[in-house]
């Protein structure tokens, strides 16, 4: 089925997506994350006044996923004969040229991956760029609590609001424990939601800014919700139309069997999954 069948959040995919990866399986969320983003910029830039631009800039997060509970894939040190240069003779009549610098592979390699987000910046005059007025973020499962990126996310969330940056923070993932303290732990409290957008407008106190949450079950769409720009005005932005764009203009659906309950069902509230079960009744067969 290309089209989504629920109103907002897939939780069939949404589940998988959350599973980590193996070397044989890789985990996909980082795809999902960077294309979803990528579309939360490109619809901002549709409605946002002519003085704003909405840009994708490094997340706060690092990494997307855990590699099977730890933080990347092990490090794996060449062999010794696979490190070694390969030290061609040269041919006759040429010079062979000595390299630089010289590194092993692995040494060349990126250990921390850094996400993207969505930004939004001040546009003060033709052919210039203001600073960040508000920043989105797609939370990922290495950043949530309990996470390998989770200390880091926190601290870039304090810093960003520190310096008076508003922070909007969309959170899929209902199986693991929000950074935001002081929200209902889903699915253990009936007032908790599994997914949420939440919208923190620091004021020249910081913390006494208001951190606003807008949370949405199974079968709700994604919410509608008031994105902060400056001067104490706000954009309602759509956040499902992106969601819903993400979900057909990648092809997600061919990850996705209907016929089965989500993976780990069991993490969803008793509500939820009858939810879910409802929209699989609904579903054509065959």
């Known amino acids: 089925m290309k089209t989504n069948p629920y109103p907002g959040v897939n939780a069939h995919l949404n589940s998988w997506l959350q ?5 044989d399986q890789p985990a996909l969320f980082p795809t999902f994350h960077s ?10 830039n549709e409605v946002l006044p002519d003085n704003y631009v909405a840009f994708t800039e490094q997340s706060l997060q690092i990494r997307g996923v855990d590699w099977e509970g730890e933080a990347t894939p092990p490090n794996r040190r060449p062999d010794v004969l696979v490190a070694r240069q390969y030290e061609a ?3 006759a009549g040429s010079t062979a040229i000595a390299p630089t610098l010289e590194l092993t592979i692995a040494e060349t390699i990126e250990t921390e991956v850094y996400l993207r987000a969505a930004v939004i910046r001040e546009v003060p005059e033709q052919g210039s760029i203001g600073q960040i007025i508000t920043r ?12 390998s990126g989770y200390a880091a996310y926190i601290q870039g969330r304090r810093d ?3 310096a008076g940056v ?7 993932l209902h199986e693991k424990r929000s950074p935001l303290k002081n929200l209902p732990d ?11 957008i939440a919208v923190s407008i620091p004021q020249e106190n910081w913390q006494q800014g208001a951190a606003k949450i807008y949370g949405f079950h199974t079968a709700e769409a994604v919410r509608t919700v008031p994105v902060p720009l400056t001067d104490n005005t706000t954009l309602d932005f759509d956040f499902n139309r992106a969601y819903q764009h993400t979900l057909t203009a990648g092809r997600w659906y061919k990850f996705v069997d209907y016929t089965a309950e989500p993976v780990r069902f ?12 409802n929209i699989m009744a609904k579903m054509p067969s065959g």
Request: glycine content about 4%.
């Open 266 to 277: 069991q993490t969803y509230s008793v509500a939820d999954r009858e939810r879910i079960k």
């Open 166 to 172: 508003n922070l909007v923070e969309i959170d899929y």
């Open 89 to 91: 003779s040269p041919q």
């Open 160 to 162: 960003t609001l520190q």
């Open 136 to 147: 989105i973020e797609l939370l990922s499962p290495a950043n949530k609590y309990g996470g």
């Open 186 to 196: 889903y699915p253990a409290d009936a007032q908790a939601t599994p997914y949420y």
């Open 19 to 23: 599973t980590p990866g193996t070397q």
């Open 35 to 44: 294309r979803h983003i990528a579309y939360i910029c490109d619809f901002l």
